[in-house]
């Protein structure tokens, strides 16, 4: 499941006006928690915005965020 959210939240954040983003985050040592936190952070959306647009609750989606 984990998987195919994470190839929903590419679907959706990559089909998005370009924001200036640097993918040295990805070479970082992050959880993939806090990448999804980062990118959602760094398109300036709410936890509510991104539930909405992943089709999830938000409690939902911030268990997802939380780890």
Known sequence: MMLN???????ILYNQPKVNIS???MEIK?????KVRF??????WSQEEMAERVWLSVHGYSKI???
Request: charged share 35%; net charge neutral; aromatic share 8%.
């Open 5 to 11: 959210l994470l190839c929903h939240y590419r679907l």
């Open 23 to 25: 993918t040295e985050f």
């Open 30 to 34: 992050m959880n993939v928690n806090e």
């Open 39 to 44: 990118l959602r952070e760094a398109r300036g």
């Open 65 to 67: 965020e939380r780890g």
